[in-house]
């Protein structure tokens, strides 16, 4: 089993302290705030693995916490990490949503915050990032226990901020009858990838020969484009590696979906905005066969960059996949 180590929300300036502990004695909100299931609790330190919450999903879960100042880490530049555990009783396609409290948007802060749904120890599963006025994860689970976090890095804040996640079930993203775009001929590598090493050299732009497909798909609503994961091996983690360009159109937040049938292929999906490193989101766990989903918030108006990778441990290539593109 492969973990995508991104170093996303796994970063913390110091060790882990359960909110159990008697430590873990500085307390944003010792019972939920009005309109929350639960309100942080562990807030001495950059915490990942999940807070015990206790709480299952049914309709909606809320989870409140706040992104506290004083305590960076100076290497990593981590400003502050929070995740908060839940279970599911059964599989569900589940959406995390985040927002301030109050509402301010991106340019407001000179940092980058990232929403993840992780696994019960804390790994990512799907990240994505606050763009605009949101940040919106989804991914499809089996029963069993989970988190949701969130981590800014950068700059912190003059001042701590207050914030709300919210948990409930997410949209499909339906594959289009129709093929919108098919892959061409050209050199589409665009961005080697590597999950370990060193971090400089985990996002990183190829030849100059190489270029993103042209889609001259502007989204509106839904779009597909149609690829070929082909039998080569590049430097990176991965084998082929296929960039398509799109735009977006009067469009806030964005589901890719990638589907594919081959039980020894493990695609990936990571989604850029043009010429910009590292992500906006990926999602990146082991799956074979697919689909491979990722919601995100993004810009209306702005040009976009789907990269799709076959992970090393991928075997029976070349395949054929098939790439949703779904606004709302």
Known sequence: MRVALLCLVACGDNAV???ALPVDVAIDSPTPPLGCDFGELADITNHTTPE?????????????????????????????ADAFGFRLTAPRTIRATLAWLPAMGTG????????SIVNQFGDPIATSTFVGAHAVIAATLPAGAYGVAVAMRGTEPAASIDYKITIADGSSC????TIDYAESAADNDVVEVRFTGDPAMRRVLTAAI???????ITLATTARISGVSANVDASDDFHDRDTYAFATGAVDTLTVRVD?????????????TANELPELAG??????????VITLAVSPSTTYWAWIGS??????????????????
Not at 311 to 328: F, K, N, Q, R, W
């Open 17 to 19: 302290v359960p909110d």
């Open 52 to 80: 015990v919450t206790n709480l299952t999903l049914g309709t909606k879960l809320v989870m409140c916490g706040r992104v506290d100042v004083g305590h960076t880490n100076e290497s990593t530049m981590d400003v502050d």
């Open 108 to 115: 407001a802060l000179q940092s980058r915050t990232e929403l």
């Open 174 to 177: 339906a594959m289009p009858a």
């Open 210 to 216: 190489d270029a993103p497909d042209p889609t001259g």
């Open 260 to 272: 594919w049938n081959a039980p020894t292929v493990d695609l990936d999906v990571l989604v850029f």
């Open 283 to 292: 999602a990146t766990h082991v799956s074979t066969g697919g689909p491979e």
């Open 311 to 328: 992970y090393d441990s991928s075997t029976g290539l070349p395949i054929p996949y098939d790439v949703s593109l779904c606004a709302e």
